[in-house]
């Protein structure tokens, strides 16, 4: 039977999340399926700008550090997040960049493996991470100088053939910016342990978006951002997991007073703190991080099973349609269709992807494009209805049948793609 769009309004209508929508700033005339790139606004975000600039800043002044309890929110909020990336408390900041975080744990399960097995000298990671994960990996090894390099698998299946007992570290991200196909995380953590390796999460596009169990998984090292699937806004804080048994083993190279056991004793000695607070480095963006909350309010009123439920419902019925609705287009599907291994995006690869991508931004249909040839749209089940996914693909249609994507103006590059 073929579907059209009533059925996805039936779906809507019987959808349990369809009301949290609501709780979302969406601009008029627009479908937005960029949240794994950057989340759209939960609109009580507006008003704790407000309170935090006016109040907490304007009036409270130094004051908030602690009347605002502003010293303590990389720990609170970490605690809020655990369970969403299966963490218990005292196991998570929200702090720095992902890009700095893993950096910090890169460095702390080098000098793990290295009290251990100094032989080891191979961080195992995957040609088409996320580039900053690369960057930073070849960073640390060039500031070690003592012989670290990355070795880079082509395909999830490459991974066994790749470690080793020259391996120390394998840092994967769990689902592929890309490709949005996902790891086991439990199957490959116990393969890289039992190669006597240490497991590096990466989990930008998981956290928030699938279900991920760090501790289930006995997993070593996570990090991963807020403002993605977390919804925490623009270069909100990143948080930084370490398993329990890490966590007071080694002092992570950017040792910063936030980080110290006793700040404010201004000791000219740098003491860690005990547990994951000596995660932390310096002072922190308040009015970003603040907002953070506000996304994780959100997620505070369902569960990840719903979610996940949700967001396998809207990939599997956007692969239906641009199949069954688009075939007359050189279309290529890249994530999997496997559930099991899908996160919760999906990209389809067309020779002309970028052009058609900004001719459906042109009609409000909001996408991303990301080399070579590839169309991700991002799916997240807390504001995307089921008549959003057939509207982006009547677009897309329309888009593809007219040629409407071959204008100049869609050719041109601007300096983020
Ligand atoms: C988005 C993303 C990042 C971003 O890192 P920043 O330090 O926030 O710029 C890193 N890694 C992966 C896998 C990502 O998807």
Redesign the pocket.
Known sequence: MTLNRNDCLARDTADPLAPLRDQFALPEGVIYLDGNSLGAQPKAAAQRAREVILGEWGTGLIRSWNDADWFTLPRRLGDALAPWIGAGAGEVVVTD????N?FKVLAAALHAQRQVSPQRKIIVSERS??P??LYIAQGLAHLLDDGYALRLIDTPEDLPGALGDDVAIVML?HVN?RSGAMYDMTARTEEIHASGALAIW?L??SAGAVPVDLNGANADYAVG?T??YLNGGPGSP?FVWVNKRHQDTFRQPLSGWWGHRTPFAMQPEYTPDNGIGRYLCGTQPMVSLSLVQCGLDIFAQTTMDALRAKSLALTDLFIELVESRCAAFPLTLVTPRDHAVRGSQVSFEHPEGFAVIQALIARGIIGDYREPHIMRFGFTPLYTSFADVWDSVEALRDVLATKGWDKPEFHRRGAVT
């Open positions: 960049t992902t890009s700095i893993l991470n996320f900053t994960d991200t910016y990466d930008c596009h951002c403002y993605k990143a």
